[in-house]
C-alpha cells in the first residue's frame, strides 16, 4: 500500500513570498491532515479536512494560511505571505475517516525555509 | 492549552538493553494515546497505540504502558538495536464527538543507540 505522498520535499523562499504544499493521502483515506513542525519540537495541528469539508481550523493563521481539499483527495496548504517564523516541516497525514478511532499516518513531509 | 510533554530530550542506551521513554500528558479527558518514531528527514512512523480503557498493550519488542491515576505514559523497546535510534514522541487525542481528532504532541525524546 502506498504511503502519504508530499511534494515539493524542501522548498527555500524569501519572505513575503508565497508558496503551496501539495498532499496526496492514502488512498481511501476518508480524512487528512496538515501538521506543522518547527525544529526541536512536536507536529502541530493546523487543520483537518473530512473529506472535502473542514473538520476543525482552529489553529490555522488565516490571515496568511489557506488550504483546501476540493475532491476530497488531494489537498493543498498555501502560505502568503510568508514569514520568517514560517520556517518549519510541513507534514500531511490521513486516517480512514473514523473520528476518535483511526491510526493517522504521515507523509515524509515538505522541509519550508524562509529566508 | 493543555498539550502532552516529555521528562527527557535525550536518552542514550547501550545496544541491547531496554530503552524506557516516559511521557506526561496533562489533558485528564483524553481517550486515546500513540508513540510515533520520527527519523531524521521522515515523517513521524505509527509504533503503537492504546486507548484509556487500557494500561498495557503490547507489540513486537514494545510495549504501551498507561497510568491514568497519574497521567503517565510509557513507551519500552526490548533489546534496543541501531535501528531504533531516532525521536520517539507520544501524542494524544481527545474526541468529543465533533469529528475534530487532531492530535497534541509532546517536544519528543532523542533515543540514541551507544555500540
Known amino acids: 500500500e502506498a504511503g502519504v505522498a508530499q511534494s515539493p520535499r524542501y522548498k527555500i523562499i524569501e519572505k513575503r513570498q508565497s508558496v503551496a504544499f501539495w498532499c496526496n493521502p492514502i488512498?481511501?483515506?476518508?480524512?487528512l491532515y496538515w501538521y506543522q513542525q518547527i525544529l526541536g519540537q512536536g507536529p502541530k495541528l493546523l487543520i483537518q479536512?473530512?473529506?472535502?469539508?473542514?473538520?476543525?481550523d482552529s489553529q490555522l493563521p488565516k490571515d496568511r494560511f489557506s488550504a483546501e481539499r476540493l475532491k476530497g483527495v488531494d489537498s493543498t496548504l498555501k502560505i502568503q505571505p510568508a514569514k520568517l517564523e514560517d520556517s518549519a516541516v510541513y507534514l500531511c497525514?490521513?486516517?480512514?475517516?473514523?473520528?476518535?478511532?483511526?491510526?493517522?499516518?504521515f507523509g515524509p513531509g515538505t522541509r519550508l525555509t524562509v529566508l | 492549552g493543555e498539550s502532552v510533554g516529555l521528562h527527557l530530550p535525550t536518552l542514550s542506551v547501550q545496544e541491547g538493553d531496554n530503552s524506557i521513554i516516559n511521557c506526561a500528558y496533562s489533558?485528564?479527558?483524553?481517550?486515546?494515546f500513540i508513540w510515533y518514531k520520527q527519523e531524521s528527514g521522515k515523517g513521524p512512523q505509527f509504533i503503537i497505540d492504546?486507548?484509556?480503557?487500557?494500561d498495557k498493550r503490547q507489540g513486537q519488542r514494545v510495549t504501551v504502558l498507561l497510568n491514568k491515576t497519574v497521567k503517565h505514559l510509557s513507551l519500552q523497546i526490548a533489546a534496543t538495536q541501531p535501528g531504533d535510534s531516532a525521536v520517539y514522541f507520544c501524542?494524544?487525542?481527545?474526541?468529543?464527538?465533533?469529528?475534530?481528532?487532531?492530535?497534541?504532541f509532546g517536544k519528543g525524546t532523542h533515543l540514541i543507540i551507544q555500540p
Open positions: 488512498s481511501g483515506h476518508a480524512t
Open positions: 492504546i486507548r484509556s480503557n487500557m
Open positions: 501524542a494524544e487525542n481527545y474526541f468529543s464527538g465533533g469529528g475534530a481528532d487532531g492530535l497534541t
Open positions: 497525514a490521513s486516517s480512514l475517516g473514523t473520528p476518535g478511532t483511526d491510526t493517522q499516518y
Open positions: 479536512f473530512q473529506n472535502n469539508g473542514v473538520v476543525d
Open positions: 489533558n485528564s479527558a483524553s481517550d486515546y
